[in-house]
């Protein structure tokens, strides 16, 4: 029988029924607690597969509840597929690990931002991405949205301002066998126009209006996905489409919140 509860941690099923925790004893339990969370589970890479594929149901009922804004009730296969593969806890700083499937935006350092898997998941989708696409990304981050980009088409650039972050993204990317992805450092206002058009351009931060350089690197039949609207005030995704006739048509899809667009533009 459990023992009644009387404000004491106790070790139930107890070896010896009635023993309680001493102060030393909640001590060992509470590291116990952390460092399986901490070093156990992430070495485990089993208990994050699970996290993650919980994270992905999450954003699939999201998804669907905020289908009456963005038009979309679910994801594509490709999207999912990626959503499931691309292993989140590498991109977040180690101590952040155990947090790295709430379908929550993480600090990544100097100020910035990994994104909502929601965000990454809808923006990817909204992309109408196909297999043998080039895409350009603004604002590189932790390389999170690269991966995901990276596991659906067949090249990806990616430009960040930060140069640690750039740098850091760079070699996780590397390291994690994305060779597709290409990071360079610089204000991505101006995109990247050596390797330019491009199949769909993608900006991680908040900017007060599209870059006409981005446009201009955007292939007919393009699409771009942006966060337009200034910094702590209402912003709103946006899906930018060139048309074949080189026309522009923009429509919002929901209200988001994103870091600003940095740079001397
Ligand atoms: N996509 C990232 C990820 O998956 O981790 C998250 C991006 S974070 C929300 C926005 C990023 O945009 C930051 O890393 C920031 O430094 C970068 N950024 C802001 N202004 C930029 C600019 N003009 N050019 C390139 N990167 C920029």
Excluded at 78 to 87: D, F, G, L, S, Y
Excluded at 237 to 253: F, Y
Aim: glycine fraction near 10%; charged fraction near 15%; proline fraction near 8%.
């Amino acid at each position: 029988m459990q023992p009644p509860f009387d404000g004491k941690i106790w070790f139930w099923p107890a070896p010896v029924p009635g023993i309680c925790f001493n102060e030393i004893m909640k001590r060992h339990f509470a590291l116990g607690v952390f460092l399986y969370f901490c070093c156990v589970l992430p070495s485990q890479g089993g208990g994050f597969d699970m996290l993650r594929q919980n994270m992905v149901e999450e954003v699939l009922a999201e998804v669907a509840a905020s289908s009456p804004y963005s038009g979309r009730d679910t994801l594509s296969p490709a999207v999912i597929t990626a959503m499931k593969k691309v292993e989140r806890h590498h991109f977040v700083p180690t101590w952040l690990a155990m947090f790295a499937y709430l379908n929550r935006p993480l600090p990544i350092g100097y100020g910035q931002t990994i994104s909502q898997p929601l965000i990454v998941a809808l923006m990817t989708d909204l992309l109408q991405l196909k297999e043998g696409d080039k895409v350009l990304e603004i604002g590189t981050g932790s390389g999170y949205q690269a991966a995901v980009l990276a596991e659906i088409v067949k090249s990806v650039y990616s430009i960040e301002i930060i140069e640690p972050l750039g740098k850091e993204a760079a070699e996780r990317l590397k390291s994690l066998g994305y060779s597709n992805v290409e990071v360079r450092l610089g204000d991505g206002y101006y995109g990247w126009p050596e390797t330019a058009p491009f199949d769909a351009i993608i900006v991680t931060a908040a900017a007060s209006h599209v870059p006409p350089p981005l446009l201009k690197q955007l292939k007919p039949g393009g699409r771009m996905l942006i966060p337009l609207g200034a910094h702590f005030m209402t912003q709103y995704l946006m899906v930018v489409e060139k048309q074949t006739d080189g026309s522009v048509t923009s429509r919002q899809i929901v209200p988001v919140s994103f870091v600003p667009l940095t740079g001397g533009h």
